[in-house]
């Protein structure tokens, strides 16, 4: 794969991530509803390490599974603020 080839695959990638992580933030919208309606608190952090453990089990290269791990406490991280934020906004 040539350097053009590489950073073409790495845009596309991009562009599915930006729509997948538009759609996560709908769905978190959806949990920060559901969480103030029934008085619950954004965080669960047995729910966080479910979802990190799972998504960590996609990922066969073990180098990269760390790296990935960091990634999606970040996005964990982000979908809670967001939450907190929609939940404050309603208030």
Known sequence: MTLE???AEIAAIDR???ALFERRMA???AIADWK???GLPVLDEAQEARVIE???AQIDNPAIRAL???FQRGVMRLSREYQQQRMEERR
Do not use: C, K, P, T
Request: glycine residues 6%; proline residues 0%; negative net charge.
């Open 27 to 29: 769905a978190a919208e």
């Open 68 to 70: 990935y791990q960091d």
């Open 54 to 56: 799972r998504g960590a």
């Open 36 to 38: 103030q309606a029934h």
């Open 16 to 18: 599915e991530m930006a």
């Open 5 to 7: 080839e590489a950073r």
